[in-house]
């Protein structure tokens, strides 16, 4: 009987260890195998992070230089497109938004610079817009090398120079202008009006011809001699000192009706203050001043003068005489 209980006793202590193994209880020697293995694990964990936290801290550097530089980029291209705005600017508000926009531009000192010139050429222009002095123009031009008020002044100098031409009327006059502004505003007109001036310029002998008739008419005047008075007057006078539509009949009547008994003899005295112009018909007027000396035996007039018109037609017949008395003695 003892020896049985002994041997369950025995039985039953070599049984407890195959129980440890199972791992129903952990023993202080497997313990401490595990915490020896845990720090060989720990430096590749942090090694790694630190690699993630490195990769991502240089990512955001080169996201944010990459942001910084594109910003950079825009604002310094959007001050190059205001600075280009300026390029042929007459506005000086808009030079105004750019030195208020970018006070430190690179540009801002020749931005106000031509400001300056800008506000001072508004100035000038401002003064002399109305003018009707061609110099004026003329100067401001060679002052301010602007494109658009540039143009200004040639149309202004343009418009001006053929109003003088106008004023002067000679072919002359408009070959100036047309030399001046070949490709002008009033070149045509200009034009047109030189050559319509040459048709109606007197040739040296057209003038002679014309004194000559004048002249002879009134020597037939004086001397009452009736075959010169009508072979230099037309069939009708428009005009015939005042009275119209004058038959070569009527004007011979007024002529003998201008002299008396006590009129001895009369002459008159064509000046040399004639004037001849020549209209698009190919007619003439001529213009020029009269000397009348009268001998007679009474008292009365001996002297006068006379301002006269004559018109004389394409075929150098006078169609049209006024006289106007201008002194008399």
Not at 43 to 60: D, E, F, G, Q
Not at 103 to 131: D, G
Not at 148 to 170: N, V
Request: some cysteine.
């Amino acid at each position: 009987m003892e020896q049985q209980t002994t041997s369950t006793v025995s039985s039953n202590d070599s049984a407890q260890p195959s129980n440890v193994a199972d791992g129903q209880q952990p023993t202080n020697e497997t313990a401490a195998q595990d915490m020896a293995q845990a720090p060989a694990l720990q430096p590749k964990n942090n090694k790694k992070r630190n690699w993630i936290i490195a990769t991502i801290v240089i990512l955001l550097l080169i996201i944010g230089g990459a942001s910084y530089y594109i910003i950079s980029s825009n604002a310094a291209s959007q001050e190059e497109m205001a600075y280009e705005v300026l390029e042929n600017n007459d506005n000086p508000q808009d030079y105004r938004d750019f030195l208020e926009k970018y006070p430190n531009s690179e540009h801002a000192n020749e931005v106000r610079q031509r400001l300056n010139t800008l506000e001072a050429m508004l100035s000038k222009w401002q003064s002399i817009s109305l003018s009707d002095n061609v110099n004026d123009f003329i100067n401001f031009k060679n002052t301010y090398s602007d494109i658009q008020y540039g143009r200004l002044c040639d149309i202004k100098i343009d418009s001006l120079d053929y109003i003088t031409a106008q004023k002067l009327g000679t072919p002359e006059a408009f070959q100036r202008y047309l030399d001046a502004h070949p490709d002008g505003r009033y070149a045509s007109e200009a034009s047109i009006a030189q050559g319509t001036l040459r048709d109606q310029e007197v040739s040296d002998d057209e003038r002679i011809q014309i004194m000559n008739i004048v002249t002879d008419f009134y020597n037939g005047f004086a001397a009452q001699d009736e075959s010169k008075i009508c072979t230099n007057i037309a069939s009708t006078m428009k005009t015939f000192l005042h009275q119209h539509n004058a038959s070569k009949a009527t004007v011979l009547s007024t002529i003998q009706g201008m002299f008396n008994e006590h009129i001895q003899s009369v002459q008159f005295t064509v000046n040399r203050d004639f004037q001849i112009k020549k209209n698009s018909n190919g007619s003439y007027i001529a213009t020029f001043s009269v000397d009348q000396h009268i001998e007679r035996d009474n008292e009365g007039k001996t002297f006068g003068q006379y301002k006269c018109s004559a018109e004389i037609d394409p075929q150098l017949l006078i169609t049209s005489l006024t006289m106007d008395e201008i002194s008399r003695q």
